[in-house]
């Protein structure tokens, strides 16, 4: 039962141009949201996140939106560059809970030329 | 300031046999997870501790696996005995659990295990 999904398990942007990664999930528990980023033979790394009193949050050329009442979350990444190659994955967790993140299955990015 | 640290960085067992993997956490952090990562299933949690105690455990697949965290400065994962369906990368991965506060993860760059 996955209560994150990432139905997109690859992405290919050119250099330059908007990069938009989804993600759903289904436990209306969820009020922390979380992007990770991870590159090859390394752990994930965190990348940007959002409360559920918000419905964007930005951090230079990241930028992430909530829509609580669709139960979604993208993130943006503007211009893309070559870099930005790797594998994000959303992630979530509880307010009684804020320990414990439940992660989706990964969207493989990747930024040409 | 060293991140998690896990060993080995790759293992390549056969069938039947055991497997140990190892997680040294962040100093000062409370709280230790370990993860799976596959294609089909992401990176799927497994099992946390918070201050050395098994918080929750019901990721783990099956009492082929099994985790102990004897202190602070160490966890082992353990599966015994293996199968071919345990190839994946293991992370281990840490946070300070400062009470009700959103934390980061902070990750291991992982165990790739080959099951034979």
């Known amino acids: 039962d996955q209560q994150v999904k990432q139905n997109s398990p690859s992405l290919s942007v050119q250099e330059g141009r908007i990069s938009i990664l989804n993600c759903d999930y289904t436990?209306?528990?969820?009020?922390?949201f979380l992007w990770y980023k991870k590159y090859p033979a390394e752990g994930p790394t965190f990348l940007i996140s959002?409360?559920?009193?918000?419905d964007k949050n930005e951090d230079g050329r990241f930028t992430v939106f909530l829509n609580k009442s669709a139960k979604h979350l993208s993130l943006h990444i503007v211009p893309s560059q070559p870099g930005d190659s790797a594998v994000y994955f959303c992630?979530?967790?509880?307010?009684?809970?804020?320990?414990?993140?439940?992660f989706g299955t990964g969207t493989r990015l990747q930024v040409f030329p | 300031d060293a991140g998690v640290i896990q060993s080995p960085r790759h293992e390549v067992t056969e069938m039947g046999q055991e497997v140990t993997l190892r997680c040294k956490p962040i100093?000062?952090?409370?709280?230790l997870f370990w993860y799976r990562q596959t294609m089909m299933r992401g990176l799927e949690l497994l099992i946390y501790?918070?201050?050395?105690?098994?918080?929750?455990d019901s990721g783990m697949p099956e009492d082929r696996f099994s985790a102990k965290m004897p202190n602070a400065s160490f966890s082992t994962l353990k599966i015994q005995p293996s199968e071919p369906r345990d190839s994946a990368v293991y992370f281990c991965?840490?946070?300070?659990?400062?009470?009700?506060?959103?934390?980061?993860?902070?990750f291991g760059s992982g165990t790739q295990l080959s099951v034979l």
């Open positions: 991965a840490s946070s300070p659990n400062r009470g009700n506060v959103n934390e980061k993860l902070f």
């Open positions: 436990n209306s528990m969820f009020d922390y």
């Open positions: 959002i409360s559920s009193i918000k």
């Open positions: 992630a979530a967790s509880t307010f009684y809970n804020t320990d414990k993140l439940i």
């Open positions: 100093s000062g952090h409370n709280s």
């Open positions: 501790f918070n201050n050395n105690v098994p918080i929750d």
